[in-house]
């Protein structure tokens, strides 16, 4: 399976890679993206099975990359990693098509509840 | 914050709460100590002990736009955001940090400790991307919760303050700020 990071933050691309790995995803590929222009492009060059995107960054956020792949009719399983966990950030994740939201800070349970049946 | 200034508006700002009507020290303390425990390290912990800043000082912060309108500040000696840049990085920290590595790693983490803070206080509001530098000043002493801590017997402070009355832009306090 191929896992498309996206985060403006190096670290915290580091940091989500060591996660999964902790949390057991620790046989996929893994592919990088800087922001969400970054991310929305690598979509269609790398097909990943997954994209794993923070939500404020710079040239194009997560939810506008979201948006933009769904305009487009990519239906990639896309979901947040973000230090944006309120309720309404939660529910226009949702809206946009995010089959969830992770907050930052996690832990690797986090991951687990939520990537358990998303990840093979 | 684009919106012509009426009086209206002056009148609604006049109504705004001030942070410690919104928030408490301890509440500031359990979003840092998790964000510590996620980012840095199950073992690390944060003292809430008040001690001296040294002379060189860096901050990272988060703009906060709202009902509430301030910032996330977090302010420690540059040796010591040096080291927590290392301890976010673990075995990919570079022998040498750059000042990117660092403004990356310790404006990440007051991403993470602003982005726990704006979902405790009343929303909607909006969360800048984090800045690295010289912190912005405080406007407003009655607007300001600070927590002072000791991370691995050294000192760092978690302000988070009002950011009205406005200052004349652009402020001295952001001329050595570093982009992100």
């Known amino acids: 399976m191929k896992i498309l990071i996206a985060d403006d933050s190096r670290v915290m691309r580091q940091i989500v890679i060591r996660t999964l790995r902790q949390a057991g995803y620790d046989d996929h590929d893994i592919v990088e993206a800087e922001d969400g222009a970054d991310a929305l492009a690598k979509v269609g060059s790398e097909q990943p099975d997954l994209v794993l995107s923070d939500w404020n960054m710079p040239n194009m956020s997560g939810i506008e990359c979201l948006q933009a792949l769904r305009a487009s009719g990519s239906a990639v399983p896309f979901g947040f990693v973000t230090s944006e966990g309120s309720p309404e950030m939660r529910e226009k994740a949702s809206n946009a098509g995010a089959l969830f939201l992770i907050a930052k800070p996690f832990t690797e349970d986090t991951f687990r509840e939520h990537l358990d049946g998303v990840i093979a | 914050m684009t ?25 500031i303390l359990a979003i840092a100590e998790e964000a510590w425990v996620s980012l840095v390290g199950e073992d690390e912990v944060l003292v809430p002990i008040p001690s001296e800043l040294p002379g060189d000082i860096l901050s990272s912060w988060v703009d906060v736009v709202g009902p509430w309108t301030g910032s996330v500040v977090l302010t420690t000696g540059r040796a010591t955001a040096e080291e927590l840049s290392r301890a976010l990085l673990r075995e990919s920290a570079p022998e040498l940090l750059d000042d990117e590595d660092v403004a990356d790693a310790f404006g990440e983490i007051a991403n993470v ?68």
């Open chain 2, 3 to 27: 919106s012509t200034d009426t009086g209206q508006r002056r009148r609604g700002s006049d109504a705004r709460p001030v942070i410690t009507e919104l928030i408490d020290e301890m509440t």
């Open chain 2, 113 to 180: 400790v602003g982005g726990s803070i704006k979902a405790a206080l009343p929303g909607p509001s909006g969360l800048s991307l984090p800045q690295v530098g010289n912190a912005p000043l405080v406007r407003n002493a009655g607007d300001l919760c600070r927590v002072d801590v000791v991370w691995r017997g050294e000192p760092l402070t978690i302000s988070v303050q009002g950011a009205l009355p406005p200052l004349p832009v652009p402020t001295p306090s952001r001329e050595n700020e570093v982009p992100l």
